[in-house]
């Protein structure tokens, strides 16, 4: 029987097939361009073969096609039924998680990784800050990550899928330095892995390593094509960089040209947060308020999501704020209540303070927004997304902190934070 690049069975007896499969899931793992080209020549070199449908399914869910989606993760499921125990679960699990039964999905991740632990493309959708854990809304979903990936490391050597996987989880607990050695490994043996760019600029960032963050990403974009599912967020911390580096013209170059929605084709999760929270965290940094983006990017948003979901639940009330829509803000939290009642926002009705505080902020409110932020401070790694994304909300807080004229509890703010040093752009700090 043929075997994956990490030694499992597959039922095919098509060396093109099982070789496409093994380019197309890697281009998955890695983000590099058009994976579905790769997964349908190994589909139409032996169309009985169950794990190239379930490959699909997930670049589908990650492109945010979920009809799509879910009927490859069907076809995959009743393909599986002739193939091994492991492909049926296998198959099952991306079911599960392409048709919002993510939880479950989890539950049997774990069970499979008991027996099949280098079934890395199974184990991918549990990690980073937009898997399976990231997005569950628990409090202590960082040390779970972790608590998943690092009896597995034995498993997987000097993989680099699974050293930039395991990077990141140690990166969002702290430990920024020793994630650093792990994605320089992975980057050695694949330096076009998108992710592990990403990754790495994530550690530049947490260790306030500025210049050299910048410099990388702008080093390493040019040759990213638009078409690769990590375009926009990568030219996000771009921008981000140039922004704390002072150069505005070049953010907004940026910006322009790779994260707005006119002319992303990025997973519009992505266009959606990494667009508010640039907007958002440039005022914080002193930039004028720019107002046709913001109403371009609250158009985009109005259209696109017309429910919130998981991780823009915290970011939707941004546009309103920014542009004084009240009425907007004030519909945006009902739609966020009334999810949040449904079970469908894992980290609840987060939202409604979140975006309570930005409108109060946006109208120069500073204590409003200082009262509506700290009790929920704790909370918000429930919203999903990264300490550096998360660093959008404290960031806000200091700024209103400084404002309020409240020095001393903007530096005791800072003060509790011991595990990491990124830069904050925010005037007066």
């Not at 050597?157 to 792990?182: N, V």
């Not at 409110?365 to 918000?380: A, F, G, H, R, Y």
């Amino acid at each position: 029987m043929l075997k994956d690049r990490y030694d499992l069975d597959v039922t095919t007896s098509s060396t093109e097939a099982r070789d496409a499969y093994i380019q197309g899931t890697d281009a998955i793992l890695a983000a590099t361009p058009e994976p579905e080209v790769a997964l349908e020549r190994s589909i139409d070199a032996d169309p009985n073969f169950a794990l190239p449908w379930s490959a699909l399914a997930r670049q589908h869910q990650l492109m945010g096609r979920p009809k799509e989606a879910r009927e490859a993760a069907e076809k995959a499921v009743t393909l599986a039924e002739h193939a091994t125990e492991r492909e049926q679960q296998h198959a099952k699990a991306y079911l599960l998680m392409v048709t919002g039964k993510g939880q479950d999905a989890l539950a049997l991740t774990h069970e499979h990784m008991k027996l099949w632990p280098r079934d890395a493309f199974l184990l991918a959708p549990s990690c980073g800050v937009f898997g399976l854990i990231g997005f569950s809304g628990r409090k202590g979903r960082e040390p779970e990550q972790l608590e998943l990936l690092e009896p597995l490391a034995k498993h997987y050597g000097d993989d680099w899928w699974f050293l930039s996987a395991h990077a990141f989880g140690l990166l969002e607990m702290g430990q920024w330095a020793k994630a650093r050695e792990l994605i320089e490994r992975s980057l050695d043996q694949f330096p076009r892995n998108a992710h592990a760019a990403h990754i790495r600029a994530h550690a530049l960032y947490e260790a306030g390593e500025d210049e050299e963050s910048r410099s990388y990403l702008e080093g390493w974009m040019p040759d990213y094509p638009s078409t690769g599912l990590m375009h926009c967020h990568l030219w996000w911390h771009t921008a981000l960089m140039r922004l704390v580096a002072g150069d505005i013209d070049g953010m907004w170059d940026a910006f322009d040209n790779n994260c707005a929605p006119d002319k992303s084709t990025s997973p519009t999760i992505n266009i959606m947060t990494d667009g508010a929270a640039l907007l958002w965290r440039a005022e914080l940094a002193g930039v004028e308020r720019p107002t046709e983006r913001w109403n371009a990017l609250c158009e985009w948003f109005e259209s696109t999501f017309p429910k919130p979901m998981v991780f823009v639940d915290a970011h939707g009330g941004l546009p309103y704020a920014a542009t004084g829509n009240d009425e907007g803000l004030a519909q945006f939290q009902q739609l966020v209540r009334e999810t949040a009642d449904k079970g469908r926002l894992p980290a609840g009705d987060i939202g409604i303070p979140l975006s309570t505080a930005f409108g109060a902020f946006a109208k120069g409110q500073w204590s409003k927004t200082i009262s509506s932020l700290e009790p929920i401070m704790d909370e918000v790694v429930c919203i999903g997304g990264s300490r550096a994304q998360r660093d959008l909300v404290t960031n806000t807080l200091l700024a209103a902190y400084i404002n309020d004229g409240r020095s001393d509890s903007a530096k005791a703010l800072l003060d509790s934070v011991h595990d990491r040093q990124p830069s904050r752009p925010v005037v007066g700090l």
